[in-house]
């Protein structure tokens, strides 16, 4: 079972000073390198609402969460649950999945220029689909964020954007198949499209066949 949150963040403040206590040292120290004030807050406050939907999931306090990153930086705890996080401006989605593993990726809906880097993100059996058909921006933008979602999931960074062949339809769907190349062998995972409101995009790969719950919108910093 995979269940899933979107956070909105509206307020200018949308964390206490004793929240942002929640935060271990790591988290801090990023927050503190961002230079801009708003995205710093964007993103003390999606690691505030990690750490408090994974204490409410484990029935454990959110300071009392320790985090743990594999060689290529994807973050995990021990002994689970898998989790995802994904910002895009004000908007945060977390998936967690109590087994396997689980990739999720958010983005606000706008205008990319996809061309000049389609050779550096898709796979040679992507690559042949869109040189025969035409496709819009919305086309483009799911094909992304569906991409995002399967590399975040594998765990092993950007290196595998052409290692993975994703479905590239515009219209959701409750299932999809995601192709995986990994040491000359092909793996097959399960991709989901989620009904997101305000403006936003986002999907869930996991490599369990996996029932996903209907995405729940939370308000965390009110």
């Given at each position: 079972?995979?269940?899933?949150?979107?956070?909105?963040?509206?307020?200018s403040?949308?964390?206490?000073?004793?929240?942002?206590e929640?935060?271990?040292?790591y988290?801090?120290?990023?927050?503190?390198?961002?230079?801009?004030?708003?995205?710093?807050k964007r993103?003390?406050?999606?690691?505030?609402?990690?750490?408090?939907?994974?204490?409410?999931?484990?029935?454990v306090?959110?300071?009392?969460?320790?985090?743990?990153s594999?060689?290529?930086?994807k973050?995990?705890?021990?002994?689970?649950?898998a989790?995802?996080?994904?910002?895009?401006s004000d908007?945060?989605?977390?998936?967690?999945?109590?087994?396997?593993?689980?990739?999720?990726d958010?983005?606000?809906i706008?205008?990319?220029?996809?061309?000049?880097?389609?050779?550096?993100?898709?796979?040679?059996?992507?690559l042949?689909?869109?040189?025969q058909?035409?496709?819009?921006q919305?086309?483009?933008?799911?094909?992304?964020?569906?991409?995002?979602?399967?590399?975040?999931a594998?765990?092993?960074g950007?290196?595998?954007?052409?290692?993975?062949?994703i479905?590239?339809?515009?219209?959701?769907?409750?299932?999809?198949?995601?192709?995986?190349?990994?040491?000359?062998?092909?793996?097959?995972?399960y991709?989901y499209?989620?009904?997101i409101?305000?403006g936003?995009?986002?999907?869930i790969?996991?490599?369990?066949?996996?029932?996903?719950?209907?995405?729940?919108?939370v308000?965390?910093?009110?």
């Amino acid at each position: 079972m995979v269940d899933s949150w979107f956070v909105r963040l509206n307020a200018s403040e949308p964390f206490s000073p004793e929240q942002l206590e929640w935060l271990d040292g790591y988290e801090i120290e990023r927050y503190l390198l961002i230079k801009d004030e708003t995205k710093a807050k964007r993103f003390a406050a999606a690691h505030i609402a990690l750490r408090q939907i994974l204490g409410n999931y484990l029935n454990v306090r959110p300071f009392d969460i320790e985090f743990y990153s594999n060689q290529y930086g994807k973050p995990f705890i021990n002994g689970g649950p898998a989790f995802s996080l994904s910002r895009s401006s004000d908007g945060i989605l977390i998936a967690i999945s109590a087994r396997g593993t689980i990739g999720a990726d958010l983005e606000r809906i706008k205008t990319v220029d996809f061309q000049s880097i389609l050779c550096d993100i898709c796979s040679d059996s992507e690559l042949k689909r869109f040189s025969q058909y035409s496709y819009n921006q919305i086309d483009w933008l799911r094909f992304w964020v569906r991409k995002e979602a399967a590399v975040k999931a594998i765990g092993t960074g950007l290196q595998s954007l052409s290692d993975v062949a994703i479905p590239f339809y515009s219209k959701k769907s409750d299932y999809f198949r995601v192709t995986l190349r990994q040491n000359g062998n092909l793996k097959f995972w399960y991709l989901y499209d989620l009904d997101i409101p305000y403006g936003f995009m986002g999907s869930i790969v996991t490599n369990q066949a996996r029932i996903v719950k209907p995405i729940k919108i939370v308000d965390i910093f009110s």
